[in-house]
């Protein structure tokens, strides 16, 4: 009989045998059968990691009930790294949070196949880079810019910072609090490394734009324009992917797309601000105002509209009180869908392409949907914060699998980040 191959993992012996020597077990019929993890499964390692990081991609047997702990020490063992690395692994795109053995059965794998496990390096827990106290509550924060990060504030502001948290410059004019930022790419995309639009909704109905280019460590607002209309607070603003668009909403049950090359020309600086009478967040104002620069209204919710996100450049969805998430054609004007929910909505994010998006609302929940399933109920439900979800939700790292990683925050002021791989 021929000597299987012994790895040493926990401090115990684990044998990893070919696959050519032993008939391999049917994953679900043994674990339908009996214990789940009481099974051999046969592997094959692969990664994109550089050379020094790579193992063979024989395939060898492991036991069915190891974890993401157990076979990062056998990847550990077959590179014979002296200081071990921790690795994630995933299968078909999907992330491995269970045994070997239950993840096979819900992808419905058999051992007549080798299954084929990818590793990437685990990620560690966030630390803490940078720290910057504010004065004011911070309303929206948005970071896709990699020169610079925009903030919105409460004192009427939404101010410019270095990724490191140096502040660059305050961008003024608005009369009442900022509610929503967003970061823009200028109109001449060759100046795109040292120049962006930094977009702000306001509690005064109105959002602003500025051009901002950066030189050095002076910030420079070349124009800044005001864009009428909203009958009510601009809840939100966000600029769409490869277009010179821009989409808000607010509490006026309207949302509006708008030419960043319209607008109203404004002074580059704000004259004496004039006194507001403090005004609850969720009401307009009845002064009489006049709609400037807006290329498309969009009517139909019946609610406030609290959040706004694109999908591509044709394609914009809103969420609102009104407890549904709707898809809107930016050409026409037209609702091409509509999504009941089960809570009013305060935040979303749209998977770039769209197939999937993330909603947080008042029932606490980061509920991310995926409509081609089911229209009548959340297909993942991630819970963390105490009160409701406030602040928006924003799309990063789709990869093969499509699966939306939601980045929410509550008005506990605790930023939450759900693993939603698996």
Known sequence: MRHRPRLEVGGGSRTCAPVERASRVRVAGAMSGGD????????????????????????????????????SEV????????????????????LLRTSLAKLALRLGKSAEATLEVEYVPALGPPKEAESVKCEEWISS???????????????????LWTPKGKLLCELEGHEQRVVAVSLAPPPDAAAA????????????????????????KKCDVKEQKIFKG??????????????????SCSVDCTARVWKLAGGELAAAK????????????DEGSDDEQNGLGEELVLTGHTD???????????????????????????????????????????????????GKYAYGGNDRFVNVWDPRETTSKACLKLKSHEVRTAARVTARDIGSSSLLRPLAKSVMKNLLIPDTRE
């Open 36 to 71: 789940a993890n009481d099974v051999q499964i046969a592997v094959s390692f692969v990664t994109r990691l550089p050379d020094a990081y790579k193992v063979s991609e024989s395939a060898i047997e492991v036991p069915g009930k190891l974890t993401r702990y157990g076979l």
């Open 230 to 247: 909203h009958q009510g607070t601009v809840t939100d603003v966000a600029s769409a992917m490869g277009a010179q668009l821009f989409a």
């Open 270 to 281: 704000a004259s004496k601000k004039r006194k507001v009478k403090k005004r609850d967040e």
């Open 141 to 159: 924060i948005d970071g896709s810019w990699a020169n610079a990060i925009v903030t919105g504030s409460f004192d009427g502001k939404a101010r």
């Open 193 to 216: 490394n040292d120049s962006c639009v930094v977009l702000s909704a306001s509690g005064d109905r109105n959002v602003r734009s500025y051009a901002v280019t950066l030189h050095g």
């Open 304 to 354: 406030q509209v609290r959040a706004v996100a694109w999908e591509s450049p044709n394609v914009v969805w809103t969420g609102s009180y009104d407890h549904t998430v709707r898809a809107w054609d930016v050409e026409t004007g037209e609702e091409r869908e509509s999504n009941r929910t089960n809570s009013s909505v305060h935040c979303l994010a749209i998977a770039p392409g769209g």
């Open 75 to 94: 990847v550990n063992h077959l590179l014979g790294a002296e200081t071990p690395t921790p690795f994630d692994f995933l299968i078909d795109g999907v």
